[in-house]
């Protein structure tokens, strides 16, 4: 528990780096209670609080906070590897003393954009929205709610990118709607057109000002129809079809940055949340009693909570372990048919109606595979790097969401 007298076997912050003092305070569980209380000033702290804090202090008094921690080289926790004692003590510096990234993110007036804005902007983060739009951007995040924020139009991007710490690249056509020969050009060109130029904007800066980069490919496992038995990793091979295409694509435009820019490809799932994606539209069916699996069911449904794919985007920020292939998919995926069955329990309602392939076919012609072809993804780069899910399991994820206030 926090605050709890330090054991005479701990040993002293010298001989064992912050870490130590991290365990003697009462370890992972502590983490928010410690990081919510070192900000209110010494009184009212527990001693094994003032212990943590007093620790953090000479850590970045000493020269070895935030820029060593973040590489993992931190000399007050000597142990040789970046482990969750070093990443707790540099949240709790970011936290306490108000240490600052300022990241530029396209597509921030999106599903998952959105909430990653908020998140920065509640953290005191410098935020930079890059966007087409100015005026429907401000609509989104007006100056009396996000002080602060930049908003830029294309031709001041370059700026805003040369001062940022890093970019997250989020921007692209929606791919849940009918494809015509045009769409499925927009749906590729505006994607690799828009990372094509953040790459380019990133190389122009200097080595010293280069940011880091978050882009996000998404269905790149997909193959020519379903498949129910194999299941996909950061290490198995591209799909064929015309959405794996556009992921292969999409990533070599990224990979065209800078050697000395860290890039994370981060390959989402489904993103679930009340305010959009796929959930946002299958509610108010099964809140009619029209609700049902689409297709057979069999397919695989790899999902991710939005509150989920935020972290992982913001652990990839702030952690240099961070990078190269990750998938961005809850550790348990379902099938599609179960992940009906437990929104259909959540909101009292039952799953019954299913929507078969050729009513999906009729409605979106080529772009029902979306939702017809399933695979079954797993994170095992996130799971290595010890990124802690808040939703491991759908039904969890699903309760949550529906408990949250609109």
Same mark, same amino acid.
């Given at each position: 528990?926090?605050?709890?007298?330090?054991?005479?076997?701990?040993?002293?912050?010298?001989?064992?780096?912050?870490?130590?003092?991290?365990?003697?305070?009462?370890?992972?569980?502590?983490?928010?209670?410690?990081?919510?209380?070192?900000?209110?000033?010494?009184?009212?702290?527990?001693?094994?609080?003032?212990?943590?804090?007093?620790? !953090?202090?000479?850590?970045?008094?000493?020269?070895?906070?935030?820029?060593?921690?973040?590489?993992?080289?931190?000399?007050?926790?000597?142990?040789?590897?970046?482990?969750?004692?070093?990443?707790?003590?540099?949240?709790?510096?970011?936290?306490?003393?108000? #240490?600052?990234?300022?990241?530029?993110?396209?597509?921030?007036?999106?599903?998952?954009?959105?909430?990653? &804005?908020?998140?920065?902007?509640?953290?005191?983060?410098?935020?930079?929205?890059?966007?087409?739009?100015?005026?429907?951007?401000? =609509?989104? *995040?007006?100056?009396?709610?996000?002080?602060?924020?930049?908003?830029?139009?294309?031709?001041?991007?370059?700026?805003?990118?040369?001062?940022?710490?890093? /970019?997250?690249?989020?921007?692209?056509?929606?791919?849940?709607?009918?494809?015509?020969?045009?769409?499925?050009?927009?749906?590729?060109?505006?994607? @690799?057109? =828009?990372?094509?130029?953040? #790459?380019?904007?990133? *190389?122009?800066?200097?080595?010293?000002?280069? +940011?880091?980069? %978050?882009? *996000?490919? *998404?269905?790149?496992?997909?193959?020519?129809?379903?498949?129910? $038995?194999? &299941?996909?990793?950061?290490?198995?091979?591209?799909?064929?079809?015309?959405?794996?295409? &556009?992921?292969?694509?999409?990533?070599?435009?990224?990979?065209?940055?800078?050697?000395?820019?860290?890039?994370?490809? @981060?390959?989402?799932?489904?993103?679930?949340?009340?305010?959009?994606?796929?959930?946002?539209?299958?509610? +108010?069916?099964?809140?009619?009693?029209?609700?049902?699996?689409?297709?057979?069911?069999?397919?695989?449904?790899?999902?991710?909570?939005?509150?989920? %794919?935020?972290?992982? @985007?913001?652990?990839?920020?702030?952690?240099?372990?961070?990078?190269?292939?990750?998938?961005?998919?809850?550790?348990?995926? /379902?099938?599609?048919?179960?992940?009906?069955?437990?929104?259909?329990? /959540?909101?009292?309602?039952?799953?019954?109606? +299913?929507?078969?392939?050729?009513?999906?076919?009729? !409605?979106?012609?080529?772009?029902? $595979?979306? !939702?017809?072809?399933?695979?079954?993804? !797993?994170?095992?780069?996130?799971?290595?790097?010890?990124?802690?899910?808040?939703? +491991?399991?759908?039904?969890?994820?699903?309760?949550?969401?529906?408990?949250?206030?609109?």
């Amino acid at each position: 528990m926090v605050g709890e007298e330090r054991p005479a076997e701990v040993k002293t912050r010298k001989e064992r780096g912050c870490g130590g003092w991290v365990e003697a305070v009462g370890g992972r569980k502590g983490v928010g209670k410690v990081c919510r209380r070192l900000g209110e000033g010494w009184e009212g702290l527990s001693k094994g609080e003032k212990e943590l804090k007093r620790a !953090v202090r000479g850590c970045v008094k000493a020269g070895k906070g935030c820029s060593r921690l973040e590489r993992g080289k931190c000399k007050m926790y000597p142990f040789g590897s970046f482990t969750w004692q070093a990443w707790f003590i540099n949240r709790l510096i970011i936290c306490w003393l108000g #240490t600052e990234m300022t990241v530029s993110v396209t597509g921030a007036t999106g599903f998952i954009g959105r909430r990653l &804005v908020q998140r920065l902007h509640a953290d005191n983060h410098r935020v930079r929205v890059l966007t087409r739009s100015r005026s429907k951007a401000q =609509v989104i *995040f007006p100056v009396k709610d996000f002080p602060g924020i930049v908003i830029a139009e294309e031709p001041e991007w370059k700026d805003c990118i040369q001062g940022s710490n890093a /970019v997250v690249n989020l921007a692209g056509m929606p791919i849940s709607t009918r494809w015509s020969p045009e769409i499925k050009k927009e749906i590729k060109d505006s994607r @690799i057109r =828009v990372t094509s130029k953040v #790459t380019i904007k990133i *190389f122009s800066a200097t080595a010293l000002a280069s +940011p880091n980069m %978050i882009n *996000f490919p *998404f269905a790149f496992y997909k193959c020519s129809g379903s498949s129910e $038995t194999r &299941v996909f990793d950061e290490q198995s091979p591209s799909g064929n079809d015309y959405l794996a295409e &556009v992921c292969r694509e999409w990533e070599a435009s990224a990979l065209r940055v800078n050697m000395n820019v860290r890039l994370a490809l @981060i390959r989402i799932g489904v993103v679930l949340g009340k305010d959009g994606g796929a959930l946002a539209k299958m509610i +108010p069916l099964f809140m009619m009693f029209a609700g049902g699996p689409l297709g057979s069911g069999r397919q695989w449904f790899s999902w991710i909570h939005l509150d989920d %794919i935020v972290n992982l @985007i913001y652990e990839a920020l702030t952690n240099p372990s961070y990078k190269g292939v990750i998938n961005g998919t809850a550790p348990n995926p /379902v099938r599609l048919g179960e992940m009906c069955d437990q929104l259909g329990s /959540v909101l009292g309602r039952p799953s019954w109606l +299913p929507v078969p392939d050729f009513a999906l076919k009729a !409605v979106l012609g080529e772009g029902a $595979t979306v !939702v017809l072809d399933g695979q079954k993804v !797993v994170p095992a780069r996130a799971k290595e790097l010890g990124f802690p899910f808040r939703y +491991p399991y759908v039904k969890d994820a699903l309760r949550a969401i529906m408990s949250q206030e609109s």
